[in-house]
């Protein structure tokens, strides 16, 4: 009976493979040089104009444009990791007929996709802006594929954020933005979607279409999963901050400066770095040596970035005490971000804790979670913590691919997830992560927990301990899998298996996100109780414009935070005049006006409050 089971499970995959596939090839023709391309509601090849090269954009915005250049987003297309991985899906997929190399290609060159060079599956075909990953004209063209205007080119109907079904506008003009209208030499329109997480959910919510049921209409959180970067931001706290807890919020941040080196251009409280920083610090190295023209300088400096993003990520505690014969030491890891940790594409990608014990003459005694910088391997031991998660393949599925069952690095082809023990964010709730299918599997998080004790036992003779904190993009079993799996590889069209491996020899070292030492004290060790991270408001003032002025100014003024803040008027002697703001205001950017018009000319000054903070500046009024 139980052969005759598993031989009808595989009977029916079979058949529901071949349905697929027949279905996308009668709705959508053979669009590829081999297999079939699979349809998805949006904008498609062919409908939008070609997009603009970013050097167009770099004369009035050479800042933004050199953020941006340092940035994964611009060498999307170029990742030699992102290459091998391509290079092997076209192998494994091509003898199903399925095209799931062009798929990734929708967010990895949307130009590229855009203008239907995303066949076979592979970067050979794409050039000029299409290497330059996600652009500036691709993303300033965007619009909220859920609510589309009349400019939109769509279609079908969107059926939620996710999987690269992005709607642009046709020309490349109106620019949109988060801003419109102001100081520019160029239409422009402001749009409320470029701040908010949707823009960036497009992209970063990703499931497996061609083994989900109803691509088009099922909402990609429900689909097979691949990523869930967006939704884990969704079900979190963060998503109840409004602007403060945005995606942008982190990885765009706002400083004072230049929004463009045009003549006449404001100092602004607010211009959006475009450094789209994550924790990747391998691949841009790697790029470096297998493209030219690599702008070096910018790189290395999106690297120092992800660093110091990397080191924010997460708050580390350490307690160590004896209990009974041995000494116990109590590790707490909370997450700070408002997603998993670590979160983005799943294989090979992890954080882990190495914890050493030394005596009192210290030496080493004990020793979990070691790397070893040498063969580039992550020792295992009885104690070891790493957090990551294994997809891979189910019984069922493996056995009509003829490929082993269980956790897998093949990428394109997983349908189960095996273990995930990812920290979840702030807001966590079991039920919510599994309706969008992003809950932990096999370890167990409590709802509203976003932090992670572990206990490591050592030796008595252990008198402090130290832990540290490690990340690594990827680990030297995913990179030797892709190196292994493209020998001979037909589609490895420029040696990425081995390139890949070479870069990730010079490259590949883990990054330190977070360190402490503590000693054994002679008592049970006692973590501090728990208390949620808080983040001290910043606040800006910009200087009133114009200035000097002789009836009525504008004062501009920015939070990191909302809170209930006051913007009142001084005379020389630090005599309250007039309160131009008094309220409660969200974060972001705030505009007050001053009519002088009942004032005497002289020198006056104004000071903006909020919670414990406070800045003052000068004006000067002229009747």
């Known amino acids: 009976m139980s052969r005759l089971w598993k031989y009808s499970v595989v009977v029916i995959l079979c058949c529901i493979l071949i349905g697929l596939i027949t279905y996308l090839s009668l709705a959508t023709g053979d669009r590829g040089k081999r297999g079939v391309f699979i349809w998805l509601p949006g904008t498609q090849p062919g409908q939008a104009d070609s997009a603009a090269s970013t050097d167009a954009c ?43 190399g062009e798929y990734c290609l929708r967010c990895h ?15 050979k075909e794409l050039y000029g802006s299409d290497l330059d990953g996600v652009n500036c004209d691709f993303c300033h063209r965007s619009l909220d594929p859920l609510h589309p205007d009349t400019s939109a080119i ?83 706290w963060f998503a109840t901050r409004g602007e403060a807890g945005t995606c942008q919020s982190c990885h765009m941040a706002k400083f004072p400066g230049f929004g463009s080196s045009l003549p006449g251009s404001r100092y602004r409280l607010d211009v959006a770095s475009h450094d789209f920083t994550g924790g990747n610090t391998y691949s841009p190295r790697a790029v470096i040596d297998s493209w030219e023209g690599t702008n070096r300088d910018a790189v290395f400096d999106g690297i120092t970035r992800s660093i110091s ?64 910088s040498v063969t580039g391997r992550l020792v295992v031991d009885s104690q070891i913590k790493v957090y990551q998660i294994k997809p891979g393949l189910s019984v069922a599925l493996a056995s009509v691919l003829g490929l082993p069952p269980g956790p897998s690095f093949n990428a394109a082809l997983n349908d189960t997830i095996y273990f995930d023990n990812r920290i979840p964010p702030r807001g966590f709730r079991y039920e919510a992560f599994r309706s969008h299918r992003a809950e932990p599997v096999e370890y167990h998080y409590e709802n509203g927990q976003y932090w992670d004790v572990t206990r490591f036992i050592m030796s008595s003779g252990v008198e402090s301990v130290y832990v540290s904190l490690w990340y690594q993009v990827a680990s030297k079993e ?47 060790p006692s973590l501090p109780t728990f208390s949620d991270p808080t983040t001290p408001i910043e606040i800006r003032l910009a200087q009133n414009f114009p200035n000097p002025f002789n009836s009525r100014s504008t004062i501009e003024f920015w939070l990191s935070e909302s809170a209930e803040a006051s913007l009142v008027l001084y005379d020389i002697t630090g005599k309250e005049l007039v309160r131009l703001a008094d309220t409660y205001y969200p974060a972001g950017l705030h505009t007050a006006y001053l009519d002088g018009s009942n004032l005497a000319s002289g020198v006056y000054f104004y000071r ?3 919670r414990d903070q406070s800045v003052v500046k000068k004006l000067i009024l002229v009747q």
């Not at 091998?84 to 192998?91: E, G, N, S, Y």
Request: with cysteine; proline share 7%.
């Open 154 to 236: 769509v279609g079908g109907e969107v059926p939620g954020y996710g999987n690269g079904m992005y709607v642009v506008q046709k020309y490349g003009q109106p620019i949109r933005g988060g801003r419109g209208g102001l100081d520019h030499s160029l239409p422009t329109v402001y749009d409320e979607f470029y701040k908010t997480s949707e823009f960036c959910g497009v992209c970063h919510d990703v499931s497996n279409p061609y083994l989900s049921p109803n691509p088009r209409t099922t909402p990609p959180h429900l689909q097979v999963p691949v990523e869930r970067t967006y939704s884990e931001w969704k079900l979190s």
């Open 58 to 100: 770099k004369p009035c915005h050479a800042q933004q444009v050199r953020e941006w250049s340092g940035s994964m987003m611009a060498h999307a297309p170029r990742d030699p990791m992102f290459n091998a991985l391509l290079v092997l899906t076209t192998k494994y997929t091509e003898p199903l007929g399925l095209d799931v």
């Open 309 to 372: 993003v990397l080191q924010r990520a997460a708050r580390l505690e350490v307690a160590a005490g004896l209990e009974h014969d041995s000494v116990v030491a109590l590790v707490r890891l909370t997450n700070l971000t408002g997603h998993k940790l670590p979160t983005g594409f799943p294989e090979g990608r992890r954080i882990w804790m190495s914890v050493v014990g030394k005596n009192k003459i210290g030496m080493t005694i004990f020793e979990s979670g070691k790397y070893d």
């Open 478 to 524: 995913f990179i030797e899998f892709l190196r292994e799996e493209n020998i001979d590889n037909p589609y490895d069209w420029n040696d990425w298996g081995q390139k890949v491996y070479d870069a990730w020899q010079l490259y590949g070292e883990p990054v330190m996100m977070a360190q402490q030492q503590v000693a054994v004290k002679n008592t049970p």
């Open 608 to 610: 903006l409050s909020a």
């Open 109 to 123: 060159s949307a130009s590229g996709w855009l203008s239907g060079r995303s066949h076979p599956g592979t970067v």
